[in-house]
């Protein structure tokens, strides 16, 4: 029976990671934590061209040898990207003895959580998972999701929270379904068009109507 995992969305501003491995796969990990604020130690005796120019570029701290016992010391979490098990096994066992979290790449038996395929659309961010059983279907979900998700809903997320902020300091609280009725295919259908502002007047109006409805 697959093991049930707990979706999350952790913050890495200014936690040192590691990553084991040079290639390809450390180079899609190495890219998204330094966009997550990671600092991110390399340890592999080669690299890919880009992740050597990142070491050089003092972005990421390269250790140019293979991994050893006692690598994992200091840091929150791991990321084994060889095609080497054995590795992969040590590096897990490590973990579990330094309360360091372990991703092994397409080894879900020596992983203590497991990486989702990401879509993002400005500060939306959607992961899907299959719980490891098939990377190649998550990614595929991914690309359907990607088709259906405009830009508009980028932008929505934009207005949406200036006007959350805006009501909120003039000490204003919507409650949920006020604010779902408000997110409306007329709201979209403004952002579609690239009518930033008059959505924004539009989602404006609309909650504070709703808002002194309620009081009264």
């Known amino acids: 029976m697959r093991r049930p995992y707990y979706p999350v969305f952790l913050d890495l501003q200014g936690r040192p990671v590691v990553v084991i491995g040079g290639g390809t796969v450390a180079l899609g990990k190495v890219k998204g934590l330094l966009e997550a604020g990671a600092q991110v130690t390399v340890i592999s005796p080669e690299l890919h061209p880009e992740v050597a120019e990142l070491a050089a570029q003092g972005r990421v701290r390269h250790l140019a040898r293979e991994y050893r016992p006692g690598d994992l010391e ?119 068009q690239g009518r930033r502002e008059e959505a924004k007047e539009r989602l404006r109006r609309s909650l504070l109507a709703a808002e002194a409805v309620h009081e009264g």
């Open 74 to 192: 200091g840091y929150h979490l791991a990321f084994v990207a060889t095609d080497d098990r054995s590795v992969n096994a040590q590096v897990a066992q490590e973990g579990k003895e330094r309360r360091v979290w372990v991703n092994a790449v397409d080894d879900p038996p020596n992983c203590d959580f497991i990486m989702p395929a990401v879509l993002r659309k400005g500060s939306i961010t959607i992961a899907i998972s299959t719980g490891g059983g098939s990377p190649a279907a998550a990614r595929k979900l991914r690309e359907e999701l990607e088709r259906l998700l405009g830009d508009e809903y980028a932008l929505m997320l934009e207005v949406a929270s200036e006007v959350r902020q805006e009501l909120r300091s003039r000490g204003i609280m919507v409650d949920p379904e006020t604010w779902n009725r408000a997110l409306d295919d007329d709201l979209m259908s403004l952002l579609r």
